[in-house]
């Protein structure tokens, strides 16, 4: 035959005292499982904000990068067809919303090279702004003998 439970004073039938050390314990740590969740999520909910503040970053990066590809081949187009390189970059540029910061012209009119450096502005995550620049070269000059 079984012993009786003890049961505390004043609780009923339904709250046994602890009968041994692993019911003390599970009931002193009654709870800790979801604050552990908790912190879990908190952590990984950062990691993702990180993780969409970089991805917007490095998309701005490209997104400048092929500007100002396309800013230099287009101040080259400009300079082989007798133009003004800088000022044809320039146009490109504001055509595809960046700002042309520097612009160089090496070489003569049949062996060149456009150099130009561009940058965006915009804006991060939770509107954090964030400057990009890129440059890039079109042409090429051939090395001297």
Partial sequence: MTPPRRVRPGAG????????VVERRRAA?????????AGVMVVVAMV??????????DTAQRAT?????LV????AAGYRNGGDACADAREAAKANAVELTACAVAGDALDFAV????????????G???????TSVAGHLQPSR
Avoid: F
């Fill in 65 to 69: 990068s092929g500007a100002a590809d």
């Fill in 29 to 37: 740590q009654r709870g800790a499982g979801t604050v552990l969740i």
């Fill in 128 to 134: 954090m702004p964030v400057d990009v620049t890129a």
């Fill in 72 to 75: 230099a081949l287009s101040g």
């Fill in 115 to 126: 150099s130009v450096t561009v940058r965006r502005h915009g804006e991060l995550l939770l």
């Fill in 13 to 20: 039938p339904a709250r046994p005292w602890p009968d041994s």
């Fill in 48 to 57: 993702a904000v990180v993780a969409i503040a970089v991805g917007g970053y």
